[in-house]
């Protein structure tokens, strides 16, 4: 019997973004989003059943998980269970490429690659739309990681509306090309979580409805920009789309300001390559990180440009694979 499975789950950074639920419970967004999954972070994570344990333990990078990392885990465990019909407890260990909680979509690859290997090894038969669903339930983002490259979640009404699929046009090589530089200014773990930093967004900003309308919208002209094969379009709105979701979390109370002066001089330099005839567009998530948006040809070019001479740290990445899972694990 396979009492063992890994899977392994590629980042993915918003275009137009998820920031706000309308159900807590269900991990129901307010909005539908769009993103890219990346080549270069990912998580790779193991669940291996041990029916005599009497609770769940967890690793992350060879490291006990912290409380509260374990609790959210073996929540999505419980979940799990109780879609399984098994009582039996797990341990997970999980090696990530991606800095933990500073912005850089490391709970959308850590709970892809959880939802992937926990459903194997609990013997959930599921496709990639009901990955997609049960990754949703562990964070909100990891619906989008279980596939790759361009990738749009529906919002949904509904636990079975609400899931991701891939969204033709962001292959490698394809009429977009898209490629991405990620400016690490800050890799330590930020101070409010993406999860109580939009709670407080959809609870206290009054600006929060106009920012769900105008990213529905958004998600909208995207998909338009995509099948046109307009990466300027879709750049243009993916750079408007996350400053509206900064101004929205700035309008909460107490506000919710992920940015630093280094953010504000990355936000100033892609401007300024543009200016300069080098198209891109900047993105911001959780944390005071810029990614930046342009066609891989540019790729080299923009990701010298924004090191500075060296001083700052820069990753480039292309578009990654969906969800992989190895069920091999046998006992
Ligand atoms: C800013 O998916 O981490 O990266 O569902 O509460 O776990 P939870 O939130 P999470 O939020 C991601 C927020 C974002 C935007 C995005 O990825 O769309």
Redesign the pocket.
């Given at each position: 019997m396979t009492n063992s499975a890994t899977a392994v789950a590629h980042a993915?950074?918003?275009l137009?973004?998820?920031?706000g639920?309308r159900d807590e419970a269900l991990?129901l967004?307010a909005t539908s989003?769009l993103?890219l999954t990346l080549d270069a972070f990912h998580a790779t994570t193991t669940v291996t059943l041990d029916p005599a344990a009497d609770a769940d333990t967890a690793t992350l990078d060879g490291r006990p998980m912290s409380d509260g990392e374990l609790a959210r885990v073996s929540r999505f465990l419980d979940l799990v269970r109780s879609l399984a019909g098994s009582s039996a407890r797990a341990a997970v260990d999980s090696v990530s490429t991606v800095p933990t909680g500073a912005?850089l979509?490391?709970?959308?690859s850590g709970?892809a690659a959880l939802a992937g290997a926990a459903a194997a090894v609990y013997g959930l038969d599921l496709d990639a739309r009901g990955l997609s669903r049960l990754a949703?339930r562990?964070?909100?983002?990891?619906s989008?990681s279980v596939f790759g490259g361009l990738v749009v979640?529906h919002a949904g009404t509904d636990d079975a509306t609400s899931y991701a699929e891939p969204v033709p046009g962001g292959e490698p090589g394809g009429p977009l090309d898209p490629a991405m530089a990620v400016v690490v200014l800050d890799a330590g773990r930020k101070a409010v979580?993406?999860?109580e930093?939009?709670?407080r967004t959809v609870e206290t900003s009054p600006f929060f409805p106009a920012w769900a309308e105008a990213t529905e919208r958004d998600v909208a002209l995207m998909l338009d920009a995509v099948r046109a094969g307009d990466l300027a379009a879709l750049g243009e709105l993916a750079e408007s789309n996350a400053l509206r979701?900064h101004a929205t979390m700035l309008g909460a109370r107490p506000p919710v300001r992920y940015w630093t002066a280094h953010t504000v001089a990355v936000l100033d330099q892609v401007q300024a390559l543009r200016a300069d005839g080098l198209p891109c567009w900047a993105t911001?998530?959780?944390?005071p990180n810029v990614k930046v948006l342009c066609a891989a040809p540019d790729l080299p070019a923009l990701a010298d440009a924004l090191s500075d001479g060296g001083t700052r740290r820069v990753v480039t990445a292309r578009p990654g694979p969906g969800l992989r899972v190895d069920a091999g694990g046998a006992s």
């Open positions: 993915n950074i918003a137009a973004k998820y920031w639920k991990a967004p989003s993103s912005g979509a490391s709970s959308a709970f949703r562990g964070s909100g983002s990891a989008r979640w979580s993406s999860r930093a939009m709670r979701m911001i998530d959780a944390g």
